[in-house]
Structures are given as structure tokens and as C-alpha cells.
């Protein structure tokens, strides 16, 4: 085994110890930040810090670069007050990770890397086209970090657009049959393969293995038909 | 695609719903909460919303359940102002899901999962002993999410202990190498196999992949071996 203490960690070369803290919290969700500023010009970056935050409200939040860089997208969200969170697929990895250049602010990352805008409606912030999950949020908060002069955003999901082939009848999502990608680190992209899921954990029992068609205790059936088509 | 707006995911059953927005994320990383009360009793509880918050200092974040429900991890980070993060591995997965079970609050899910606790000096909060990636970290500042009654916890790291064939020469983590496990939805694990590293981005090149042994620019390279021992 390796043990860093706190000077340890502090006396390494930045970049060794840049990859070695980004990595210690595992995997990481590899998704694509939406944002336009007044004039909808419109801005796309890499982020591995979105997480879940509730179901209902269903909200979502993401970590912010400290203030000491130029944020584009903080700026166009304290803005707008609205973003889109899309999901990277296998073939869209190369370009979301080119999106992480330092493009000047008048630049497109969209059209610099090769991805679609699309815009939803009077929604205040583009979409990525070619993602297999699309998500379009309210900004509901910011809650500054003083420790390091990041930020944590929170937002409310207004509209959800999902490929057809990734929603279960039980509501779950099989990312797998997308290939949505994970992250890891600071530059390294992984494409996993479907996963074991398992029962609800009971105190009487040991954890069970669920079979691969998912849970059958949704009643009644959603009907899943009804939101075929754009609301 | 399927759409879905505010009014649709309101409408949705309860159990559809979770499973839908806690999957929307993308991949998440699987860890074990460790932490203690005032007597030493040990307490285990998986999250999937641990985030890197900055490399220097060394901050990592992660939400917690809403006040309407027990929250024994919580209180104990509260009381104790210590808690560790611990990497879920493969051969982890199941006694690690099971650990989000509804046990009693003096019950310890180290011994109900059969997970070895580990006491590091004086910290006050255990480790797990099989875990491959363990961190001990001291509480810096609870923010509260009043949207929906979680809170946002952020820890300082105070020590890492790191498998030795995880880290690579340039400080990054090989995580398909002990086979950590990543989390999507409320109950589905995946072991991600080893990713595809890319360059740096800059605006003048296509994103470029690294070579499989990563990156080679740490001068002076850093010595491990004066990390090999517990400090």
C-alpha cells in the first residue's frame, strides 16, 4: 500500500498530484454542459461533477472551475438562469473531450468540435443533438465553495429527451445499450458493459441479484407511448 | 426519443421516477461511507454522489438523504468531524449494496455486510480494510440544499491509502486494475475495463489519445517508494 498524508500530498508535483486526487473518487459521469449568453451565442463543455440530487423535485447539481479562470459557462448560466446536461456517448467522446480546450469566448465549441446545436422551444440554452440524453434545467441555486472558489449549481429539470432504446418498462436506464461513457481522472474515458443490478436492500435478507429483465413492480404500467412524441 | 416535461415527471409512479432521475446522471462512483459515534460504534453506508471538488487542498464533496429520514452517517460526521471514503471493488459489490438496508441505528454494517473494520491511529472513523482505495478526511463545511432537506458535505483529505498496482508513474489512477465498480440508477453496478487517456486539450490540434502508458512529463519523476510505508 501507498500512504500520502496531507504534506505529502502538498509537496507533490501539481500535475501528479492533479491526477491523483481527480481520480480518487471513481468513476465520474462524462456529460456536456449547454449555455448561451444574451445574444445566444452558444457555449458547450466537458463535466464529470454532475450529480443526482433528488428525484422529486427532481433536481441535479455540478462543481464548478474556481473563479480564478474564465467560466463561460458559470457566467451564461448566472445569466440565463437555464442549461442543458448531455450525455456522452462512445462516437461523441473525442469532441466532448476537445471541448475542454481554451476556446476565446466569441468561439463556438459546438462548431469548433464538430457537434450539432439544437435549440428546444424558448429554452434558453441549445441542446446537443447527437446526445443520447438530453436534459433542460432551471437554475435553482448557487452555493459558493469558499474553500476553493468553486461553485455548486443546482437545477430543476424542466424537459428530459431520451433515445427510445435506453428507458426500461421499471423506469431505469440502461446505459450500456447507449454506450454513455464514464470518466476517470482527469482525461481517461471508459465505454462499461451492462451491470448486475440487485434487489432493495432488507436488513433480513443478503443482497440479491435482480434478473436482467429489471423490476416488474410498476402498477399500473407506465405507458410509455404517451411520451413518444415532444410535448 | 421519448420527452418527458416538469408536469409528466411529476405524474410518473414514485418508484418509476427514482429510478428515471437517478439514472439520468450518467455513471457514478461506488464508495463506502465509514464513520463512528462518541463510542466508537462503527457505522458503513454506500453513496454514489461522491465528487472531486480541487486538487489543492485536496476536497472531495458528496450529498446525503434528506432530514426526513435517519441519518446515522450524517449525525456521526457531525458529531465526529472525520469520516473516510472507500473505493467498492468487484468482489465488494454485494456486501456493499447491502449496507444501504435499513439496519438499527447501534447495529454495525461492517459485521451485518461482513466488511473488516480498520481503525487508523486516532482518526475518528473506521476504514474498510479490504477496500482498495481508502481516505480519511476531516469535515470542512456542510451546506444545505434547502430545495430538498439533503446537504452537501465537503472533506478535506487528512490521508490516502492507494493499492500499489492502481497508481501509475504519472500519478493518475489505473481503476480497471483493481477492478472498481461503478454505479448507475439506484441498484446497478458495472466494472468498467481500462479507458482511453487523451491529451491535454488545446484549440489548435483534434483531441489526441495517449499512448497506453499515459503521461510522461513529471520532472522530477516523483519516488513512490518513499510512499510505500504507512507515515
Not at 7 to 19: G, S, T, V
Not at 47 to 63: E, I, Q, R
Not at 105 to 130: K, M, N, R, T, Y
Request: with cysteine.
Amino acid at each position: 500500500m501507498y500512504w500520502f498524508n496531507k504534506k505529502h500530498l502538498e509537496d507533490l508535483p501539481d500535475r501528479f498530484r492533479a491526477r491523483l486526487i481527480n481520480g480518487l473518487s471513481g468513476y465520474k459521469s462524462a456529460n456536456l454542459i449547454g449555455t448561451c449568453d444574451a445574444k445566444h451565442q452558444p457555449n458547450l463543455a466537458i463535466v464529470s461533477s454532475v450529480v443526482h440530487l433528488g428525484a422529486n423535485p427532481a433536481l441535479m447539481g455540478m462543481v464548478t472551475r474556481p473563479t480564478t479562470v474564465r467560466r463561460d459557462t458559470v457566467n451564461n448560466i448566472k445569466e440565463q438562469h437555464q442549461f442543458t446536461i448531455n450525455m456522452v456517448a462512445e462516437s461523441m467522446v473525442e469532441k466532448a473531450h476537445q471541448t475542454s480546450a481554451k476556446y476565446e469566448e466569441q468561439v463556438s465549441e459546438f462548431s469548433e468540435v464538430g457537434l450539432s446545436v439544437e435549440w428546444i422551444d424558448d429554452f434558453q440554452a441549445p441542446c446537443v443533438s447527437e446526445s443520447p440524453i438530453s436534459i433542460g434545467l432551471d437554475l435553482k441555486e448557487i452555493l459558493p465553495i469558499e474553500l476553493n472558489g468553486t461553485e455548486f449549481i443546482i437545477g430543476q429539470i424542466k424537459w428530459v429527451r431520451i433515445r427510445e432504446d435506453v428507458l426500461q418498462p421499471d423506469g431505469s436506464l440502461e446505459l450500456s445499450q447507449i454506450r454513455a461513457a464514464a470518466v476517470t481522472g482527469l482525461d481517461c474515458y471508459h465505454v462499461p458493459s451492462k451491470g448486475q443490478r440487485y434487489h432493495y436492500a432488507v436488513p433480513e435478507h443478503r443482497a440479491r441479484e435482480l434478473p436482467t429483465q429489471g423490476n416488474n413492480d410498476i402498477h399500473p404500467p407506465v405507458n410509455l407511448k404517451k411520451f413518444w412524441a415532444k410535448p
